[in-house]
């Protein structure tokens, strides 16, 4: 009866509004270093807009490269924009070569190109039509870093100018940039990095096709051979009225496969980290990036992707006008690859955006973003479900590649449906249309289906028949996100987080899977466990995972996906590898820890819609 009665306490407690309750404040420095992290690196892209980051980097604009020459255009070599020794920052430079001959000259412009209509590979401007060059109005200065190789290279570094006669400034095509060549004139480099900075005060900044240039003339720079290496070339200034729609990386990695990756779940997280502090600016335009994105689908509008473009998803001037999607090229053949699964569209990933627009929504009351997630699970519903209860898993793959491109999953995910449940309940509350009720009564029917009584467990979801349970694997958020999602009707499974609580490890945290096989634990896991113990008021497990998760809190205010470099999920990957977990810097739990700070269960809303 005790227990009984102190499940009710506890669930009743899910429901009070957020707060920094006594007792948390003393979390408050380190929350707030958290949502510095967040705010500063959406701050930068405003601040910031790229020619060249790293090799092959998302963020990079103006990647079509145009070569300029004079009598011998073999003298112009190639540039090596993977250059690995000794970069300025990052991963890469770019290493430049170029023999300078008496009376010739030579180098290379960085454009932002076009894209035909069903074509795949970019061309490089010439002119003759117009919108495609970048806005960057509110630029204030253009800075580079550079260094040579013996410290005796000389170069003319400059921006914008395409489209002009070089010695006279006069327009030579129909559509020049609406700024003239601004350039540092001709210098001489030492042989240690230095930053060169150009002023563009007084510069039409309104379309820009050609982002940097260097040229070397015999001359000017001697009849030599010139070697000298470039890195973080960018524009700097107020962006902030420009249509961007930026996207925050997920992890700071060298993983080629994630470091251009914004997975859609950890952007959400992000929005609500925000709302849930008071930073609706910021929450805004990562709302307003989903709302970019699912309008500008490269497929069609009406579906979210697992993952975006890092930065800007915005697409290129003259390209396709299609929400830029995350990938990497390899180096060797110069081809873009992406992953199959963070170009897919699933179940659990597409329900956590809508709760994020949701809760924008109740933020905000714009209801725009109540459109758009409508507009979400209305897709979950037309293309997850069978003749059971709940929704299958969604599918990886390219759809616009047709079938032979598109990989539909059959499988049923606990997750998937727990996140599909709250978004169904609170699109019901906010419309009163019966289609997101019975959705909301089919997902639950399949949350309690997946419940095992002898184990008094959830489990993970189902075979590929969508109805078997798959048994072979306990994982933590089946348990933890039931009960932050179900509210009232979480009582039957009250002792579904004795599983959660015999989890904990040593240390005081919390790792994925029951199993654990390499040890260490999951800081996102344990943010959102905090969040769940503090809702139902067992603040002393609750500020134990807390202080936990400060002590490996990194100096930039995020936390590591993991302790260890191997975190294993007691999952597979599709290729057969195991899907595991490391300690590279991630914004999930970072966005996890502030909302649990701050007491914010992303799937409740102030007005009752559960």
Not at 269 to 280: H, T, V, W, Y
Not at 386 to 409: A, K, L, N, Q, S
Not at 430 to 449: C, E, M, P, V
Request: glycine share 12%; hydrophobic share 40%.
């Amino acid at each position: 009866m005790k227990k009984r009665l102190a499940a009710l306490v506890a669930l009743a407690l899910l429901l009070l509004p957020a707060a920094r309750a006594e007792g948390y404040d003393r979390f408050a420095s380190a929350s707030d270093a958290a949502l510095g992290a967040l705010t500063g690196a959406l701050d930068a892209m405003q601040r910031r807009v790229y020619v060249y980051r790293d090799f092959g980097d998302t963020e990079n604009h103006f990647t079509q490269k145009a070569k300029m020459a004079g009598a011998d255009d073999s003298l112009v070599k190639d540039m090596d924009e993977n250059w690995r020794d000794f970069p300025y920052e990052g991963e890469t430079c770019i290493r430049c070569q170029q023999t300078t001959a008496l009376g010739d000259w030579g180098g290379w412009l960085f454009l932002n190109g076009w894209l035909a209509e069903g074509e795949t590979a970019p061309r490089l401007n010439d002119g003759s039509m117009d919108g495609q060059g970048l806005d960057l109005t509110g630029a204030q200065k253009f800075t580079f870093w550079a260094r040579g190789e013996t410290g005796n290279e000389t170069v003319e570094f400059f921006t914008c100018g395409f489209g002009y006669d070089g010695e006279w400034g006069a327009p030579i095509v129909e559509h020049p940039d609406s700024a003239g060549k601004r350039s540092l004139g001709y210098v001489k480099l030492g042989s240690e990095w230095q930053q060169y900075t150009i002023d563009l005060t007084g510069a039409d900044m309104r379309s820009i096709a050609c982002g940097f240039g260097y040229v070397l003339s015999g001359d000017m720079s001697g009849a030599a051979d010139s070697v000298f290496y470039l890195d973080d070339i960018r524009f700097e200034g107020d962006f902030s009225g420009r249509d961007a729609h930026p996207m925050l990386r997920s992890y700071d990695t060298d993983n080629i496969y994630i470091q251009n990756a914004a997975f859609s779940y950890d952007n959400a997280l992000a929005a609500m980290a925000l709302l849930s502090a008071g930073r609706k600016d910021e929450a805004v335009w990562l709302l307003d990036a989903f709302v970019y994105a699912v309008e500008h689908d490269r497929y069609h509008p009406g579906r979210v992707r697992n993952a975006y473009a890092a930065g800007d998803i915005t697409a290129f001037p003259g390209w396709d006008g299609a929400a830029r999607l995350p990938g990497w090229y390899d180096a060797e053949s110069g081809n873009w690859f992406e992953d199959r699964y963070q170009t897919g569209s699933n179940v659990g990933n597409t329900s956590y955006v809508a709760l994020a627009l949701l809760q924008g929504e109740a933020a905000t009351g714009d209801r725009a973003y109540l459109t758009v997630a409508a507009s979400l699970m209305d897709w979950v519903i037309e293309n997850c479900s069978d003749d059971t209860p709940g929704f299958t898993g969604g599918y990886d793959g390219w759809p616009e590649g047709g079938e032979e491109t598109t990989y539909v999953f059959t499988y049923k995910s606990i997750e998937h449906n727990i996140d599909a449940y709250a978004a169904f309940k609170q699109l019901y509350a906010r419309t009163g249309q019966k289609r997101y009720a019975d959705a909301a009564d089919s997902a639950l029917a399949f949350i309690r289906a997946m419940y095992d009584e002898k184990g008094r467990v959830f489990y993970t979801g189902t075979l590929d028949d969508g109805v078997t349970p798959s048994a072979d694997n306990l994982v933590l958020d089946a348990q933890v996100w039931a009960c932050m999602a179900l509210g009232d009707d979480f009582a039957p499974y009250e002792d579904s987080l004795d599983a959660v609580a015999a989890m904990r490890t040593p240390e005081g945290g919390y790792p994925f899977c029951m199993s654990n096989a390499n040890g260490g634990w999951w800081a996102e896991g344990t943010a959102y466990t905090a969040l769940m113990y503090r809702l139902r008021g067992e603040d002393e497990k609750a500020t134990a995972a807390l202080d936990a998760l400060v002590g490996i809190q990194l100096d930039t205010g995020l936390f590591p996906a993991a302790t260890v470099e191997n975190l294993s999920t007691g999952f597979g990957l599709f290729d057969g590898s195991p899907w595991e977990y490391g300690a590279a810097p991630h914004i999930a739990p970072t966005a996890w820890f502030v909302m649990a700070v701050n007491g914010f269960n992303p799937y409740a809303f102030p007005d009752g819609g559960r």
